[in-house]
């Protein structure tokens, strides 16, 4: 059983709100689907997978330390930020 005291719940990776795609955001959707094929969106798993890769960068795990990252799908709204992922797009501005 998972206690919630062991589930982090970090609304730190939002941004500037609901679908508004973060710098931090765009990187994590790039580093899934290139290397991965994993697909992620703008707006909900693209920003947990830039809390997640931070999280990371930072140290925040202990070495051998259990970490899931829940997918929730989203590929779908990908479809709406075509412009963004443009090579040398600045077609919208990201936070």
């Known amino acids: ?4 005291s062991d589930v982090v719940a970090d609304t ?4 500037a709100g609901y679908g508004i795609a973060r710098d931090d955001t765009l990187e994590a959707i790039r580093m ?6 994993i697909l992620l969106d703008p707006v909900y798993s693209g920003k947990g997978a830039a809390g997640l890769i931070d999280y990371c960068r930072k140290g925040k795990f ?4 259990r970490v899931v990252f829940l997918h929730i799908g989203g590929s ?14 600045k077609a919208l ?3």
């Open 62 to 65: 202990k070495k051998g330390e």
């Open 76 to 89: 779908a709204a990908l479809f709406g930020y075509d412009a963004v992922f443009a090579e040398g797009s």
């Open 32 to 37: 899934f689907a290139q290397p991965e094929g």
């Open 12 to 15: 730190g990776y939002v941004g």
């Open 1 to 4: 059983m998972i206690a919630r």
């Open 93 to 95: 501005k990201v936070v």
